[in-house]
């Protein structure tokens, strides 16, 4: 394998959570990997998940289900390739493309990393700020700078250890998952047409409305961003940095992510079907957050809105751990620039605001939902120049030696990049 040196983004973290040694338990070993997947999976259920879910359910009930499970698929064979990148070649994807491509695509690529980011930093602003209101009734503009001082909380948890990370993470994960548990059991969805969606239609390809909130679900679901943070976190694990070690390494990290994406899928899932259960049961149709927690109450009562609400603000605010700790990564890794995590964080959430704001007092609070969707498609346009690369770094002798990608990874992974790109080519065909 290519050996060059390196200085490692988050270098403060890395290396720095033990494992247990190979004569410890599966279980042991199992516990020590978890939690970078909790904070891919939070990537994976964050506000803009919510707008297209909600979107997609009110619409075509549970015919888009296919394409949930479908994209979460996809992400569990990408995000394995993200993990033997971190672990093999110990670079993350940022880092990878420095280190192989020109100073010019390298900045491009960058360029539109940052602009994923932001759009990721938009949905979290809009979602958290929906929430503020609609558990304390706070005024938009108010919600909004609310918002900015997450700051404080995401840097004293960050100085405290990676852990404490992953260990908030797992808690708000687990709060919006009870919350949808009780919103699934109080809305009883029809199992039959559940298992009935699961399985693709045609017609989500024949209408250009479906396919746009397909697509937004693609890219709502398989973001990336957590390719470039999901290759980085891996590294923070204390495993020997050998053959052997490294085995170890991407069995277990692709244990937890694989369970984590599973819980993702589910959560969206809930979404949806909730969605399903309610909106397009009555008629419905659901494009804003707002408007779904309106009706939602005299359909299912006052607590499924309370439950909705709680839900919507632990999804806000676990984006934005994820959000911050990625734009750290993406920053240092394509163009080696180290800021303190404070400075990178004001940075984004202004350029991120200033949209927000604009669009409020254009178009009030309809606009920040269409606002969320129209994230999600830029994450989803954003995500091809993500995936070739990872495809062909893993797919690479050279860098990855015996970890090199198989046959069967490398047709997989190709395909999903080619349909990726087709997919993203009929939406702007379809909507040009």
Not at 26 to 38: N, Y
Not at 148 to 155: A, K, N, P, Q
Not at 240 to 268: C, H, Q, W
Request: with cysteine.
């Amino acid at each position: 394998m290519e050996k060059e040196n390196k200085i490692s983004s988050l270098s403060n973290s890395l290396s720095s959570i033990s494992v247990p040694s190979s004569k410890d338990s599966f279980w042991k070993k199992l516990l020590a990997f978890t939690g970078p997947g909790l904070l891919i999976a939070a990537g994976y259920m964050d506000p803009g998940n919510w707008a297209t879910d909600i979107n997609g359910g009110s619409k075509f009930g549970y015919t888009l289900l296919s394409v949930i499970f479908f994209s979460n698929i996809f992400a569990i064979i990408l995000q394995y390739l993200s993990i033997k990148l971190g672990i093999v070649y110990e670079k993350d994807l940022a880092q990878s493309c420095r280190d192989n491509y020109h100073p010019i695509i390298n900045f491009v690529l960058w360029l539109f990393c940052e602009i994923a980011i932001c759009a990721c930093e938009l949905s979290e602003i809009i979602g958290s700020v929906l929430a503020l209101k609609l558990l304390f009734g706070i005024n938009t503009i108010w919600a909004i700078l609310i918002t900015v001082t997450d700051v404080l909380f995401i840097l004293f948890f960050q100085s405290k250890g990676f852990r404490y990370i992953e260990i908030i993470i797992a808690v708000l994960v687990l709060i919006i998952l009870i919350c949808f548990v009780f919103e699934i059991l109080i809305s009883k969805p029809n199992i039959t047409l559940i298992l009935k969606g699961i399985i693709p239609n045609k017609k989500i390809i024949t209408n250009p409305e479906s396919i746009f909130i397909s697509i937004a679900i693609l890219g709502a679901t398989v973001m990336p961003h957590n390719l470039y943070l999901h290759s980085s976190i891996v590294q923070t694990r204390n495993y020997p940095r050998t053959i052997e070690g490294k085995k170890m390494a991407v069995k277990y990290a692709t244990i937890d992510s694989i369970l984590s994406l599973l819980l993702a899928f589910f959560i969206n899932s809930f979404i949806l079907i909730v969605s399903a259960a309610t909106f397009h049961k009555y008629k419905y149709h659901i494009i804003d957050i707002m408007e779904a927690h309106k009706i939602l109450i005299p359909i299912l009562g006052n607590f499924s809105g309370i439950l909705f609400s709680i839900a919507l603000l632990a999804s806000g605010q676990n984006s934005t751990l994820t959000g911050t700790i990625t734009g750290q990564i993406i920053m240092e890794g394509f163009i080696n620039i180290r800021l303190k995590p404070w400075i990178r964080r004001i940075i984004t959430r202004t350029i991120s605001i200033i949209p927000a704001i604009i669009i409020y007092i254009i178009y009030g609070e309809e606009g920040e939902t269409k606002l969320l969707i129209i994230s999600q498609i830029i994450l989803s346009l954003q995500l091809t120049f993500a995936v070739i690369p990872l495809v062909c770094f893993t797919g690479d002798k050279k860098k990855m030696g015996i970890f090199v990608n198989g046959t069967i990874i490398k047709i997989l992974s190709w395909t999903i990049s080619i349909i990726i790109i087709l997919l993203n080519i009929i939406m702007i065909y379809k909507n040009s």
